[in-house]
């Protein structure tokens, strides 16, 4: 019987194929938009989250206790040897960065403005953020920056592009920081301006300057000591167990992850889901109503047949059969088509990226990139299957409401 | 041919269809068809023998009485049990002949052997075997829109008995035929009858078929006037 069932719903769809075709196309374009829109905003989200994540404090961060809340020189690391030792052993670290900071104030002969500086080592950086990927081009300047290093005196220093411009100054000009030494000393150095960055990370562009380890080591006045220690793992999702061997293994330090320090973040991506929740609710909403508004004259217009069948024997629940199975088919062929328009266009997104370079200055302001790549998650489409599967089931409860209230003798002989 | 097949006793069926109004269909009938009966109901139109019919198969609810079909009390049924008494032991032929449209002939004449779980051998056998009869054996992939009227009223005989029902109805069966087949198709019924013991009644106001019947019950307004076996 449930192949005459199935045959019954599928020759009812195909007879009427331009009104089966109408809410095929309709669930197919709902859920390519769906999957667009989630697939794009969790990208602006995810980006955002990497960049701050692999520029600034890594998955896990480590530092002097005491020194997040009163950076001063004195709170420093002060072994950073035998951290490098358990890292450069650890399979999970991907990879790490030690930088010694402190802020000042740097000044060119146009204007002046507080600033920290990152002392670094250069091929560090580049293994833990590509650095030289946020290498800016458009520096003033008309040397197209490929290249980038500290300079042969190690003087060379890498600022953000918003400090650049408010310091007017580009490639090659010169800056002077000034700041407290561990003597407490104000000292001043020189600096050449050798690359801008433009990573989206507000705090990076606006405030910092990479300079070279040595430089800062020497301008500060410290020796072996880090002021903080970025991790990158290879698998996010180990973050916590690192951090709690970390911990057990420097019980001194404070070690934190990346949603400790900056718990905004974590916020930004939680709101997201809950925000294509909400379209993806309302999206289903209207795509339900379309769907119940056919299964209705669908059935409607086929009370008769009904009532035949009744006649004949068959029980309300073998036609409740019929009519959810054709809902189901609806469902599952919109499922289906809008799932591979969907995904490929995911899959273009995620390749080549949305450029939405007209609205660069408003994505600025919120750290994120202005190309924005998409991102694919198979809860994309497990969630949208439980969506399409509701919607067309939902569907078909008013008609067979109305089938149900309806008795076989009153059909065949009224309609 | 055992008495009391079915047993039809004070039925009263009243219809109200506005608040004010009600329409007295059926009054105090009272009727037995024996077990291999072939029994015309016949009156003018409004008498009530689409209403008895519907009654006797289950499609309907008197206001009053009872059905009594095989010694099970029809009237006392639920809806899900009328439905599966319908499905197993009454076969319809409707006046519009009422085919399923989107299945082919072979397939609305295996459709309450498929309710009732026959397999697909014993299907196939049967709908042959009863394609033959009526010869419409080469019709059997068609659908019904791309059959004649006479044509579709055999598929609907067809699947009317497939299931070997106790009892068939047919509520003017030959009303939209030529008279040619019209008396095929009264032929085959009377066939049906002879040969597989299938009750039979079905309600006409054509003379020449009521000449065919074995048992004859005539109404007018809805009330039994004649009562009698013909010849």
Not at chain 2, 7 to 28: D, G, N, R, Y
Not at chain 2, 195 to 211: K, L, M, Y
Request: a neutral charge; glycine letters at 6%.
């Amino acid at each position: 019987m449930f192949s005459m069932t199935a045959k019954i719903a599928w020759a009812s769809l195909v007879r009427r194929r331009v009104r089966s075709l109408m809410v095929v196309i309709m669930i197919a374009i709902s859920l390519w938009g769906l999957l667009f829109i989630e697939g794009i905003y969790d990208g602006m989200t995810e980006q955002m989250i990497d960049t701050a994540i692999r520029v600034d404090c890594g998955h896990i961060s480590i530092f002097a206790q005491g020194y997040r809340l009163d950076p001063d020189l004195y709170k420093q690391i002060a072994d950073s040897a035998v951290i490098d030792e358990v890292l450069q052993h650890d399979q999970r670290v991907r990879s790490y960065t030690k930088r010694l900071q402190q802020t000042g104030l740097v000044s060119t002969a146009h204007a002046a403005r507080g600033a920290s500086i990152y002392g670094v080592n250069l091929q560090d950086e580049e293994r833990q953020c590509s650095l030289s990927g946020y290498l800016y081009p458009r520096a003033n300047s008309d040397r197209i920056q490929r290249e980038y290093d500290f300079g042969v005196k190690l003087c060379g220093a890498l600022i953000g592009y918003k400090l650049a411009d408010k310091l007017q100054v580009k490639i090659g000009s010169k800056l002077i920081f000034s700041a407290q030494n561990l003597q407490g000393e104000l000292q001043s150095m020189v600096l050449k301006v050798s690359g801008v960055l433009k990573s989206n990370n507000m705090l990076f562009d606006d405030k910092v300057i990479f300079v070279s380890a040595a430089t800062a080591r020497k301008f500060l006045g410290l020796e072996g000591q880090v002021s903080h220690v970025a991790i990158l793992l290879n698998d996010e999702t180990q973050t916590l167990a690192v951090q709690q061997e970390l911990s057990r293994e420097f019980p001194q330090l404070e070690i934190l992850r990346w949603d400790q320090l900056y718990p905004a973040l974590l916020q930004s991506r939680q709101m997201m889901k809950v925000s294509n929740m909400v379209i993806s609710t309302l999206i289903f909403c209207a795509v339900s109503l379309g769907i119940i508004g056919v299964m209705l004259v669908s059935v409607l217009e086929r009370l008769r047949e009904f009532g035949i069948m009744q006649a004949v024997g068959t029980t309300f629940g073998q036609i409740r059969n019929i009519v959810v199975v054709e809902s189901l088919l609806l469902g599952g062929s919109g499922f289906i088509l809008g799932a591979v328009i969907g995904g490929l266009t995911l899959v273009y997104f995620r390749a080549y990226g949305l450029d939405l370079s007209v609205f660069s200055t408003a994505f600025e302001q919120f750290g994120m990139d202005a190309v924005t790549y998409a991102v694919i998650r198979p809860s994309f489409f497990i969630n949208a299957a439980i969506a399409v599967l509701m919607s067309t089931l939902v569907s078909v409860l008013l008609p067979l409401r109305v089938l149900k209230s309806s008795q076989p003798v009153e059909i065949i002989s009224k309609l | 041919m055992t008495a009391e097949f079915l047993e039809i006793k004070q039925i009263t069926k009243v219809f109200q269809p506005a608040k004010e109004v009600k329409v007295l269909a059926l009054q105090s009938v009272n009727l037995s068809i024996s077990r291999g009966d072939f029994a015309v109901i016949s009156g003018p139109s409004g008498s009530g023998k689409t209403t008895l019919l519907n009654i006797i198969g289950g499609l309907d609810r008197a206001t009053s009485g009872t059905v009594t079909l095989d010694g099970q009390l029809l009237s006392a049924m639920s809806e899900a049990e009328l439905c599966l008494t319908r499905r197993e032991h009454i076969g319809f032929v409707f006046q519009a002949y009422n085919l399923i449209p989107v299945l082919s002939a072979k397939e609305n004449i295996e459709y309450v052997m498929r309710l009732q779980g026959s397999s697909n051998q014993q299907c196939a056998e049967r709908t042959q075997q009863l394609a033959q009869k009526l010869s419409i054996d080469t019709l059997l992939n068609k659908l019904p829109n791309q059959l004649s009227g006479g044509q579709q009223q055999r598929v609907a005989v067809a699947r009317a008995v497939a299931a070997t029902p106790k009892l068939l109805l047919a509520d003017e069966p030959t009303a939209n035929l030529d008279s040619k087949s019209a008396a095929d198709l009264l032929d085959m019924l009377q066939r049906l009858n002879e040969d597989e013991g299938v009750t039979i009644i079905f309600s006409s106001h054509d003379p020449v078929v009521i000449a065919k019947a074995k048992h004859s019950i005539v109404l007018k307004d809805g009330e039994v006037v004649a009562d009698e076996y013909l010849g």
